[in-house]
């Protein structure tokens, strides 16, 4: 069965650090979304991409985020310098259509 | 307010016993999601409902759309069934979910 994957599955960075989490969506999806949970907290939203732009995104995706589909197979979010508060899972997610989503094994990101 | 409610926030019970988590939300939605997350931290999507009920194997999952209300059922539940349920919601025509904080549940042999 077809599955979202993730890459790496633990990173450690250093605070100011740039980070790139990448995800490999199931291959005839359109949607994909990024998602973060900090420990002991609700998975929260960060950002949709459909036909290669940002259709949505929250008040938390703020500039020192971006995402890309490089190459059409990946998608990435970037973190440019990040800050001890971005220490969380990072989820990946896709979907055919706006219907369900299916969602990657996450990568745990520890800003030091 | 959170948009989504769940209850309890944990629930421990005996291998064999009837499971019920509820689900309320405050928006119009189009679509909710109950996930399952395990301690690793891997999101599996169990059920989307829009309207009705939905069942897999010992999984059932209702939605009451004019309450603003959901429940998730597991029957005859098992050590296996040991997870975080999750409640999500789509409102309107936005493609984000919006969580609720999750419902901790323990089956014990």
């Known amino acids: 069965e077809p599955e979202v994957t993730q890459t790496p599955s633990h990173q450690v960075t250093q605070m100011g650090q740039e980070v790139i989490l990448r995800c490999v969506p199931i291959?005839?999806?359109?949607?994909f979304y990024w998602y973060r949970q900090i420990l002991g907290q609700k998975v929260e939203f960060l950002v949709s991409f459909y036909n290669n732009e940002i259709s949505e995104k929250s008040e938390i995706f703020d500039d020192q985020f971006s995402v890309e589909r490089p190459d059409g197979s990946n998608f990435t979010l970037k973190i440019r310098s990040t800050k001890l508060e971005d220490s969380a899972m990072y989820f990946c997610?896709?979907?055919?259509?706006?219907?369900?989503?299916?969602f990657g094994p996450g990568t745990r990101l520890t800003v030091t | 307010k959170n948009e989504v409610e769940q209850s309890p926030q944990n629930l421990t019970a005996q291998e064999g016993e009837f499971i019920t988590i509820n689900c309320s939300y405050s928006v119009g939605i189009s679509a909710l999601h109950w996930l399952q997350q395990h301690p690793g931290g891997g999101i599996v999507s169990l059920f989307m409902?829009?309207?009705g009920k939905k069942k897999h194997g010992r999984l059932i999952a209702t939605i009451n759309i004019q309450e603003k209300h959901s429940s998730l059922h597991i029957t005859a539940s098992h050590p296996r069934d040991s997870a975080v349920y999750i409640c999500?919601?789509?409102?309107?025509?936005?493609?984000?979910?919006?969580f609720g904080q999750g419902t901790r549940l323990t089956i014990n042999p």
């Open positions: 997610a896709s979907s055919r259509q706006v219907y369900e989503q299916y």
């Open positions: 409902l829009s309207s």
């Open positions: 999500a919601v789509r409102t309107g025509g936005a493609q984000k979910l919006v």
């Open positions: 291959s005839n999806h359109l949607y």
